[in-house]
Nanobody, 122 residues
Framework: VQLQASGGGLVQAGGSLRLSCAAS???????MGWFRQAPAKEREFVAG????????MYSDSVKGRFTISRDPIKNTMYLQMSSLKPEDTAVYYC?????????????????WGQGTQVTVSS
């Protein structure tokens, strides 16, 4: 399976963006997630969702502002980002994992999209 992330861009602080991650086909990956990486920083977990879209997990830094969802018919995952802050500026990556439950560990994700840049201006 291949993942294609899109939807990034430049937005002012307080604004919103929706990222999309389209999978080329259905797969055995049970969990999907979003990570981000800012310049000179390590890649960090942002949000994750399980195969049925019921279970979700968020990092403390985005909880209450970001919403992860997935459409199994379209094989697409979304990240709705609201109340954006300059510190949300990063390249955002979508990923898929065969783990049975949501994991925040990036090495446990076996498929990665190419990343999409999100820049939040103050």
């Amino acid at each position: 399976v291949q993942l294609q992330a899109s939807g990034g861009g430049l937005v002012q602080a307080g604004g919103s963006l929706r990222l999309s991650c389209a999978a080329s086909r259905t797969s055995s990956n049970n969990v999907m997630g979003w990570f981000r990486q800012a310049p000179a920083k390590e890649r960090e977990f942002v949000a994750g969702i399980n195969w049925n879209g019921v279970d979700t997990m968020y990092s403390d830094s985005v909880k209450g502002r970001f919403t992860i969802s997935r459409d199994p018919i379209k094989n697409t995952m979304y990240l709705q980002m609201s109340s954006l802050k300059p510190e949300d500026t990063a390249v955002y990556y979508c990923a898929a994992s065969r783990k049975s439950s949501i994991t925040t560990v990036y090495s446990q994700y076996n498929v990665w999209g190419q990343g999409t840049q999100v820049t939040v201006s103050s």
